[in-house]
């Protein structure tokens, strides 16, 4: 913390992962989601080829609003209301809300602290710290304020807005990923990823003097 450098590193990394996840969220849907009156007469159209009384964010998904971005690559409009993989926590919005926001804030507190208590030139560190921040706050604003709105259906609040779909991927063992993410995800798995990186090269790095050490006695 006694270094600007670090600081300004740290924040403005933080600010510019932030913006990419939440610009790119609306850039996504507002791109692939069409005009009012075509999607309204698509709405029509599914609504009269089934029986059942169809949620806004069921409708979402029978539209299939897709794009393809390159092989493996797929934009596609989704929602997730859980918290992981679309895992609901609670029924009630409102304590769910509570429980995703308690949870970014102690993660906050946790990047803020490992940040503070760096070295100065731990640049993986800085790094790992700020895209975890990021993803957890971009899924956060999610839950507090997104708004998906179809013509003449109730919005869909408070979602989580996904559109990386790489399902088309093949995997070994005729695995795939089926879930659809986004980049604040991205942000969370890679600055995860760099933070056991980290911890693993600082024990290797601690294993090593200890032999060292041992050997110069």
């Given at each position: 913390m006694r270094s600007t450098r670090a600081i300004v590193f740290f924040l403005t990394l933080t600010a510019v992962a932030l913006a990419?996840?939440?610009?790119?969220?609306?850039?996504?849907?507002?791109?692939?989601?069409?005009?009012?009156?075509?999607?309204?007469?698509?709405?029509?159209?599914?609504?009269?080829?089934?029986?059942?009384?169809l949620t806004s964010r069921e409708m979402l998904g029978y539209l299939n609003l897709r794009k393809k971005v390159c092989p493996g690559l797929d934009f596609v409009l989704s929602l997730n209301k859980g918290a992981v993989f679309g895992m609901e926590m609670h029924k009630s919005g409102n304590?769910?809300?509570?429980?995703?926001?308690?949870?970014?804030?102690i993660?906050?507190?946790?990047?803020?602290?490992?940040?503070?208590?760096?070295?100065?030139?731990?640049?993986?560190?800085?790094?790992?710290?700020?895209?975890?921040l990021a993803g957890a706050m971009g899924n956060l604003y999610d839950r507090l304020a997104s708004s998906v709105a179809l013509p003449g259906m109730e919005p869909i609040l408070y979602n989580v807005r996904d559109f990386l779909d790489c399902s088309s991927i093949p995997l070994p063992f005729g695995f795939s990923y089926k879930w659809?993410?986004?980049?604040?995800?991205?942000?969370?798995?890679?600055?995860?990823?760099?933070?056991?990186?980290?911890?693993?090269?600082?024990?290797?790095?601690?294993?090593?003097?200890?032999?060292?050490?041992?050997?110069a006695k």
């Open positions: 990419a996840d939440l610009l790119s969220k609306h850039y996504v849907f507002q791109s692939l989601l069409p005009d009012d009156e075509t999607l309204a007469a698509r709405i029509e159209l599914i609504q009269s080829q089934t029986t059942d009384e304590v769910h809300r509570m429980i995703v926001g308690g949870a970014t804030l993660v906050t507190i946790m990047m803020a602290g490992w940040f503070a208590t760096s070295h100065r030139r731990a640049w993986c560190v800085h790094l790992a710290t700020a895209l975890i659809v993410f986004n980049i604040a995800d991205v942000w969370l798995v890679v600055g995860v990823g760099l933070m056991m990186i980290h911890w693993v090269a600082a024990m290797l790095s601690e294993r090593k003097q200890q032999r060292q050490a041992e050997a």
